[in-house]
């Protein structure tokens, strides 16, 4: 039996608001377990609204937020432990983020091949200009840039896609083993998302890596997941093979969700859009009582 | 007696039978809005609407397509008469066929834009935090916007906005509320309902449900079909979603780099797209229980400020030939009228078929 991943044990996350009196307490992640293998790299997404808890969730994997309780382990470390710098920089070189808006995670006052060659140092040791090129160079190749092309931009200079992709490419400078990306198509225009979506599958075939796929867009999901989990108000309610729990969603909530996504097929009838509240209703009553 | 002058350099056809008899609420013609700016001397030109001609029949809904940096958004702002330096336009008119009046815009004098904001032409934004004041109560928003343009006494007004919040299944309590007490999708509710107060004939929407979720988003999609169909208006509701599009729109307009590329009912469009971008929009949707591989498009949508030369979608285009490279494709109409393309690969595609 291959060893895990990352161990995802019975996590929640507690937040508390307000002043010194009368504080309220936000139950964001509740109970959330799953497992990755480490032999058998995979995308597996996780869905829901947004204060569902997904990226508390992210976060917690990404070793940023403590969880209030339960335990995530990777390669069974507790990550509680991981806390001394260089512990932490060995965890950052096997696991590393995307986030959802390229324009944000790149300072704009700086040249993006900066971000690349700093990851470079920090992770591979490389101490040399040309060393660090080349590892630049090699990670952009593998999402179909080159570091000719972006050497010297500013990120206002290239596209939102183009932006995306070296964030990818960053990301895959350490040779990480686990990608968590957060909502990473939703800021990327409709003609280059499906370029990013595809890189994923790539990235999982050809370089083993697996990626946790944070995201509300079910199609996508669907279109490269191979496992999901659905959360709702911090609770994970559905979870399975992505085909099968998309093609037949069993909870309530998994249903309304399926129910809302508006399917490209039906254009020029309002159908979808008449049936409105009332059937969403029906539907939902309908997989309560069967 | 406007179509008798102009008509020739217009491509639209006379309006046949089959097409609507009554003037089209809005008539865009050879619109071109350009960014002109001048610093230290060097003059730079984007030319964000380029050509763009169109027209929207009354109680439709117009779908507009198109990818960030398309020009959608100065596209709209032209027609709700909301330019600003240095936006400015360099051509064309937008022609408005109201009930009782009709306006020109950038035909000459300015028409007065008070008489016909709220009242005849409303907006709904993206961003309803940031239309919704929110130090203010709901019902002093109602006030700010509507009042004026309403010309009813305060508590015939009151009667009236509390009449229209039921209509929409919103209750009259939200008027006490403030913006942040109110989830997303409400505010965006709230916004919808601020911009139909005044039963407008004629309703932009710039995005209104990007920032919503799949559950809510579908929730006020349902509402603004409602509203749009009993109120009668007609609505051009922007977004770069297709799924939304496919769902909402009687007819759709994809824009790419500045001009109007494809227009055509919806069903038609999504049925046979005719462009090879549109194709490309269409087939690279992901679908629920479909894993087929969708091809991604190479290159990235062209700068503005120094659009490729031709057809501006040439060098990602997979069908691209010689002449695309040297002369714009002219928007040409196809199937009577009811569709418009710009694409000579397209174009040489129908002539073989009967095509006008």
């Given at each position: 039996m291959s060893t895990a991943l990352l161990e995802v044990d019975a996590v929640g996350k507690t937040y508390g608001m307000g002043g010194l009196f009368g504080r309220d307490r936000v139950r964001a992640v509740d109970g959330v377990s799953f497992t990755l293998d480490s032999g058998r790299p995979e995308i597996f997404a996780i869905i829901g609204e947004s204060g569902s808890g997904k990226t508390t969730l992210a976060r917690m994997i990404l070793n940023s937020v403590p969880p209030s309780d339960g335990q995530i382990r990777f390669r069974g470390r507790d990550l509680a432990t991981v806390r001394r710098r260089r512990d932490r920089l060995a965890f950052m070189k096997e696991v590393q983020p995307i986030f959802q808006n390229p324009f944000e995670a790149f300072n704009p006052l700086k040249r993006v091949d900066r971000y690349l060659f700093i990851t470079a140092r920090r992770f591979l040791g490389t101490r040399q200009r040309a060393a660090a090129e080349e590892a630049a160079d090699s990670a952009l190749r593998q999402v179909g840039l080159s570091l000719a092309e972006v050497k010297g931009r500013f990120p206002h200079e290239l596209s939102g896609g183009q932006l995306q992709r070296v964030a990818v490419a960053r990301a895959l400078i350490s040779r990480p083993s686990l990608i968590v990306a957060d909502e990473p198509v939703s800021m990327v225009d409709a003609s280059l998302r499906v370029a990013i979506v595809n890189l994923f599958t790539t990235l999982r075939d050809d370089l083993g890596v697996s990626i946790i796929y944070i995201t509300h867009d079910l199609a996508t999901a669907y279109y490269i997941s191979d496992r999901i989990i659905i959360m709702q108000n911090g609770r994970v309610v559905e979870s399975g093979a992505a085909r099968q729990v998309l093609d037949a969603p069993r909870h309530p909530y998994s249903i309304q969700l399926k129910n809302a996504v508006l399917s490209p097929d039906a254009a020029g009838s309002d159908a979808a859009l008449r049936s409105d509240r009332m059937a969403d209703r029906a539907n939902v009553a309908d997989a309560m009582t069967s | 007696m406007m179509t008798a002058t102009r008509a020739p350099a217009f491509p639209y056809p006379e309006p046949t039978m089959a097409m609507a008899t009554t003037a089209p609420v809005v008539e865009v013609r050879d619109?071109?809005?350009?960014?002109?700016?001048?610093?230290?001397?060097?003059?730079?030109?984007?030319?964000?609407?380029?050509?763009?001609?169109?027209?929207?029949?009354?109680?439709?809904?117009?779908?507009?397509?198109?990818?960030?940096?398309?020009?959608?958004?100065?596209?709209?702002?032209?027609?709700?008469?909301?330019?600003?330096?240095?936006?400015?336009?360099?051509?064309?008119?937008?022609?408005?066929?109201?009930?009782?009046?009709?306006?020109?815009?950038?035909?000459?004098?300015?028409?007065?834009?008070?008489?016909?904001?709220?009242?005849?032409?409303?907006?709904?934004?993206?961003?309803?935090?940031?239309?919704?004041?929110?130090?203010?109560?709901?019902?002093?928003?109602?006030?700010?916007?509507?009042?004026?343009?309403?010309?009813?006494?305060?508590p015939r007004f009151w009667e009236i906005v509390r009449a229209h919040l039921e209509?929409?299944?919103?209750?009259?309590?939200?008027?006490?509320?403030?913006?942040?007490?109110?989830?997303?999708?409400?505010?965006?509710?709230?916004?919808?309902?601020?911009?139909?107060?005044?039963?407008?004939?004629?309703?932009?929407?710039?995005?209104?449900?990007?920032?919503l979720d799949v559950i809510v988003q579908k929730e006020v999609l349902a509402m603004v079909r409602e509203v749009q169909r009993e109120l009668g208006s007609s609505l051009l509701f922007v977004t770069h979603d297709m799924a939304v599009h496919a769902n909402l729109c009687d007819r759709l307009g994809i824009m790419y780099a500045g001009r109007l590329i494809e227009e055509g009912d919806t069903a038609r469009i999504f049925k046979e797209p005719l462009h090879p971008y549109t194709q490309h929009l269409i087939s690279s949707l992901p679908r629920i229980g479909d894993r087929k591989p969708r091809q991604g498009l190479k290159g990235a949508p062209p700068s503005l400020a120094d659009p490729p030369t031709g057809c501006r979608f040439h060098p990602r285009c997979p069908l691209a030939m010689g002449i695309c490279r040297e002369e714009a494709p002219p928007l040409l109409p196809m199937e009577n009228g009811r569709r418009r393309v710009a694409c000579f690969a397209a174009m040489a595609e129908a002539t073989g078929e009967g095509s006008p």
């Open positions: - | 619109l071109r809005a350009y960014y002109l700016v001048n610093q230290y001397g060097v003059r730079r030109e984007v030319r964000a609407v380029d050509d763009v001609s169109l027209r929207i029949e009354s109680n439709q809904i117009y779908g507009l397509a198109g990818e960030s940096s398309s020009g959608k958004t100065t596209l709209i702002k032209t027609i709700a008469a909301a330019t600003r330096p240095p936006l400015y336009v360099v051509g064309g008119t937008v022609r408005f066929n109201f009930r009782d009046s009709s306006v020109e815009l950038y035909g000459g004098a300015q028409p007065d834009l008070g008489a016909i904001r709220w009242k005849h032409l409303s907006y709904v934004m993206q961003g309803s935090m940031s239309v919704l004041n929110p130090v203010r109560r709901i019902k002093h928003s109602f006030v700010d916007f509507a009042f004026r343009h309403m010309g009813e006494p305060m209509r929409l299944h919103l209750r009259p309590s939200v008027l006490e509320a403030y913006p942040h007490e109110l989830s997303g999708g409400m505010r965006q509710r709230v916004t919808i309902a601020l911009a139909t107060v005044c039963r407008p004939e004629f309703i932009i929407a710039d995005e209104p449900t990007t920032a």
